[in-house]
Structures are given as structure tokens and as C-alpha cells.
């Protein structure tokens, strides 16, 4: 990172201080595609019961970031520790057992299958020790979630291919906030979303933030969302982490100013590269 810096590669650095409850820490993580750069030694920590908002403009690694967190992919370098114990997950599937889990930005549902069937993909419910499907359980904890949202979902036996894009982000977010992780990861929760449906999800967070038992971290864009829903936020900025503060003690104005100095920056960049 000073290395970035001494480049003029980042508008601003904080020192990144662990703290004594840190459920996930994530210690000089980078990581590669090919020639591209997608993360360089990105250092974050998340406290128990603590919302973490991740900005960044697109292709700044935020989501790359979400991948290693949840198992998707492994950092080239760098270490997760996860309560205090090194985290290495091989799949999904390892980090969702260890209590890490994730809404994927495209959601990872499969368009044939009905609401309910979506909401427990590859969680399915089975008798013992025969395995049978326990559809009506499914179909009852399904509605349950969704209810507990809020978000009106007319019948959940319908294939999700017929549901608008709120209704399908809702479900992917119902079944990652029902699943009881210690840490859910959320890849623009707000996506596709009307004004009602996105209300309805910060609520939802609000409610789990009280609650204090739910660690989160959330891709946002509307800084808006970030300062109600967060209590703290980190900035990347071409693959490292150039800022990290309470939401209480930063504002809508000094975000948009940082981001706007990065694309004047770049376009100062652009424009001598072609001079």
C-alpha cells in the first residue's frame, strides 16, 4: 500500500486498526487476473454485530473481495482469519458451514425452479434416514422469511423466472438473512429494487444491527443508504483500501468529493497518456 501511495495511485490511507472483537479480518490480501490487478494487500476487519459498508467504483475490487470472503475463489496472497482462526475456504459450501455467507450480485437462483425451492437450493430439508424432500416444511419456512421481510410474494410455488428483479433479489436476500450465519455477505442487497422493496431490506438490516448478533458487510452505491444502514465504511480505490471511518464521522459531501477526485485523477491520467 506504500507503495500505492507514494505513486499518488490512492486519494487518501487510514491506518487500518484490528479490534478486540473482530469477528473477520482480512490481512494483506491481493489478488490477480492474468495482467490485471484486482486487489493489492487489502487489509479490513469487521466487529461482531457490526454493518460494514464497502464503496468503490466499478472494477475497484469490491466484489472480487466478496468472492474470497465467501469461499468462491482464493486470494493469491494475503490471510482471513474468522473469530481468531485462519480462514481458508475451498467452496461456498465450506464458508456457508463455517457461518459465512453470501448474496451474490447475479443472485445464484435457477429460473425453473419455484420460490420455494429456490430459498433452500442445495439446503433442502430430508427426512432421516430415508432423504425424502420435505416440501410442505420448505414451503412453510419460505413464506415465513419472506413475510418477515416484508416483501409481498403472491405464491412461492411459481418458478422465480416469472418474478420481477426486486422479488428475485428479495428471495436470494431472504434465504442468506434465514440461513443464521454469524456473517452475511451482501453483493448490492439493493439492486433492481424499487423504493418500498430497498426500504423494506434496510429495515431488515436496521433489526439485525440491533439484534447484535449478525456481522455484515454490503456492497452499497447510494452513500445515502451507506450513512443510514452502516456503522462504519471502507473505500477501494483501484484494489486497495484508501479510506475507513465511522459513518458517523464522514458525510455524502466528503464521499462524492473522494470519488470525484479519482475520476479527475484518472482523466488527467487518460489525457496525458494520449499527449
Not at 64 to 84: E, M, N, V, Y
Amino acid at each position: 500500500m506504500a507503495d500505492e501511495v507514494a505513486r499518488g495511485k490512492t486519494h487518501i490511507v487510514e491506518t487500518l486498526t484490528p479490534a478486540d472483537d473482530d469477528v473477520l479480518r482480512v490481512e494483506g490480501v491481493s489478488k490477480r487476473f492474468g495482467p490485471t490487478v484486482a486487489l493489492r494487500n487489502i487489509n479490513i476487519h469487521l466487529r461482531k454485530g457490526e454493518v460494514l459498508g464497502l464503496l468503490g467504483d466499478n472494477g475497484a475490487g469490491k466484489s472480487t473481495l466478496i468472492k474470497i470472503l465467501a469461499g468462491f475463489q482464493p486470494p493469491d496472497k494475503g490471510s482471513l482469519w474468522l473469530k481468531g482462526e485462519e480462514y481458508k475456504p475451498r467452496t461456498v459450501d465450506e464458508a456457508r458451514s463455517l457461518g459465512v455467507d453470501c448474496v451474490f450480485q447475479d443472485l445464484a437462483l435457477v429460473n425453473e425452479l419455484t420460490v420455494y425451492q429456490n430459498m433452500f437450493l442445495k439446503r433442502e430439508l430430508t427426512t432421516k434416514p430415508f432423504g425424502f424432500v420435505r416440501n410442505r416444511e420448505m414451503r412453510k419456512r419460505t413464506r415465513a422469511a419472506l413475510d418477515e421481510i416484508g416483501i409481498n410474494i403472491p405464491t412461492i410455488d411459481v418458478p422465480v423466472a416469472r418474478l420481477s428483479g426486486g422479488q428475485r433479489q428479495a428471495i436470494a436476500v431472504a434465504r442468506t438473512i434465514s440461513s443464521h450465519s454469524d456473517i452475511i455477505l451482501l453483493d448490492e442487497p439493493l439492486a433492481a429494487m424499487g423504493a418500498k422493496e430497498g426500504a423494506m431490506i434496510l429495515d431488515l438490516i436496521a433489526r439485525l444491527k440491533e439484534e447484535g448478533n449478525v456481522s455484515i458487510i454490503m456492497i452499497l452505491h447510494n452513500y445515502v443508504h451507506v450513512l443510514q444502514a452502516c456503522d462504519r465504511v471502507n473505500l477501494i480505490q483501484e484494489g486497495v483500501i484508501s479510506l475507513d471511518k465511522p459513518t458517523a464521522e464522514t458525510s455524502v459531501e466528503e464521499l462524492t468529493d473522494i470519488v470525484v477526485e479519482e475520476y479527475r485523477r484518472a482523466r488527467q491520467e487518460a489525457q496525458a497518456e494520449a499527449a
